[in-house]
């Protein structure tokens, strides 16, 4: 399917691993010029080095996004972005009492208000240019209440909230506002928490054990979470907005009575 995206600017946060950088590669697979936001500056350049490749032109700005006047910098750095995705941030994992208010208000600074900020920025500039797209990068958690992640359920179900109040209205200034809530996704991050949760952390056989329960056992690939967003961004899925797709494989359905 063609997606015609060709030439599009596409500013991507959280970018340098995970599936920020899964994003990147799909991103630039289609011919899109990329602008890329994390704090590592190591990380980016090498990124960008692979991306660029025989690609479209590459463009990084190593930045804490929690750090003064960083939306301002984000936004001279790729205000003429066409498609931004919020994706950077990490909630820490916990109960209330496990999760201290300091740890809490730094994992929403970063998610939660960044994710806000960034999109209060940018909406304008979009919109006097006639359109644009803004994808969320959520996460099924928001979905899912857990006691042991109640910080990151609590922050992803707010900005759930964010994107349909404001994805909602925003085809009126021509401008998409979409969600997509991952379930786990075969990152390190995701390595790390189930290290951190199996018997003995260092037995490979007791991490993989964790996953045996998920859909086909295994979590998503990162290509198959980038492909979503990929396909969100372009013209082919023009009528899409203020809505939350979820892909996890089909574990959020599977809430029974019994």
């Known amino acids: 399917m063609e997606l015609q995206l060709s030439g599009r600017k596409v500013l991507i946060t959280g970018a340098s691993q995970g599936i920020g950088a899964g994003l990147a590669h799909a991103f630039a697979a289609e011919g899109c010029e990329l602008y890329l936001v994390a704090r590592?500056?190591?990380?980016?350049?090498?990124?960008?080095?692979?991306?660029?490749?025989?690609?479209?032109?590459?463009?990084?700005?190593?930045?804490?996004?929690?750090?003064?006047?960083?939306?301002?910098?984000?936004?001279?750095?790729?205000?003429?972005?066409?498609?931004?995705?919020n994706n950077a941030g990490s909630i820490p994992g916990g109960t209330l009492w496990q999760v201290d208010e300091v740890r809490w208000r730094q994992g929403w600074e970063l998610k939660v208000f960044g994710y806000i900020n960034l999109t209060r920025a940018f909406y304008p500039m979009m919109k006097a240019r006639g359109g644009g797209v803004i994808l969320n990068n959520i996460g099924n958690g928001g979905e899912n209440f857990d006691f042991d992640y109640i910080a990151g359920s609590t922050g992803n179900a707010a900005l759930m909230a964010f994107t349909r109040a404001l994805g909602g209205r925003s085809l009126q200034d021509g401008i998409r506002v979409v969600g997509v809530n991952p379930g786990p996704v075969a990152t390190e991050r995701i390595m790390k928490v189930l290290r951190a949760r199996a018997d003995d952390p260092d037995d490979p056989d007791a991490v993989q054990a964790l996953t045996a329960n998920w859909p086909l056992g295994r979590a998503a690939s990162v290509a198959e979470i980038a492909d979503l967003f990929v396909y969100l961004a372009s013209d082919r899925s023009s009528y899409t907005s203020g809505t939350i797709l979820t892909v996890d494989g089909g574990i959020t359905s599977r809430r029974s009575i019994t």
């Open 40 to 85: 590592s500056q190591q990380k980016l350049a090498q990124l960008a080095a692979e991306v660029a490749r025989g690609g479209p032109a590459v463009h990084i700005l190593p930045r804490d996004l929690t750090s003064p006047g960083a939306v301002e910098a984000v936004l001279d750095f790729a205000g003429e972005a066409d498609v931004l995705v």
